[in-house]
């Protein structure tokens, strides 16, 4: 599950994405190529689960997409944060630390069930 090569962890795309974005607009490759770099090179993202995703963003409205030329002059779609998509990743990135700290907290953790003693 966690080997070089693992997915996402369910439901940490859209933060990701968030994340992504909240630097500035980007298309799909670049999103998807941010995130593996920001990961050093430990989360891929294929494009049967970011452009999903980057549709159920937009329904949500927390992003919005325009055509536009990408750096390589190709033709692409580029999404950017809403405001509500702004408060979304905040939302989610203060959701994500709790759980990162308590998961680590019980993977840290030295004291024993009281069944195991």
Same mark, same amino acid.
């Given at each position: 599950?966690?080997? @070089?090569?693992?997915?996402?962890?369910?439901? %940490? $795309?859209?933060?990701? /994405?968030?994340?992504?974005?909240?630097?500035? *607009?980007?298309?799909? #490759?670049?999103?998807?190529?941010?995130?593996?770099? &920001?990961?050093?090179?430990? $989360?891929?993202?294929?494009?049967?689960?970011?452009?999903?995703?980057? #549709?159920?963003?937009?329904? @949500?409205?927390?992003?919005?997409? &325009?055509?536009?030329?990408?750096?390589?002059?190709? @033709?692409? @779609?580029?999404?950017?944060?809403? *405001?509500?998509?702004?408060?979304? #990743?905040?939302?989610?990135? %203060?959701?994500?630390?709790?759980?990162?700290?308590? /998961?680590?907290?019980? /993977?840290?953790?030295?004291?024993?069930?009281?069944?195991?003693?």
């Amino acid at each position: 599950m966690f080997a @070089k090569d693992s997915g996402l962890l369910q439901g %940490t $795309l859209e933060l990701l /994405v968030l994340k992504t974005l909240s630097w500035g *607009p980007m298309h799909g #490759y670049g999103i998807a190529s941010w995130i593996e770099t &920001a990961t050093g090179d430990v $989360l891929r993202v294929e494009e049967g689960s970011l452009y999903p995703a980057l #549709y159920r963003m937009t329904r @949500k409205g927390w992003i919005t997409g &325009a055509w536009g030329t990408s750096e390589n002059n190709r @033709k692409a @779609k580029f999404y950017a944060l809403t *405001p509500d998509g702004r408060r979304e #990743y905040q939302e989610q990135t %203060t959701g994500w630390q709790r759980f990162a700290a308590a /998961v680590n907290q019980a /993977v840290t953790s030295t004291t024993a069930p009281s069944w195991a003693r």
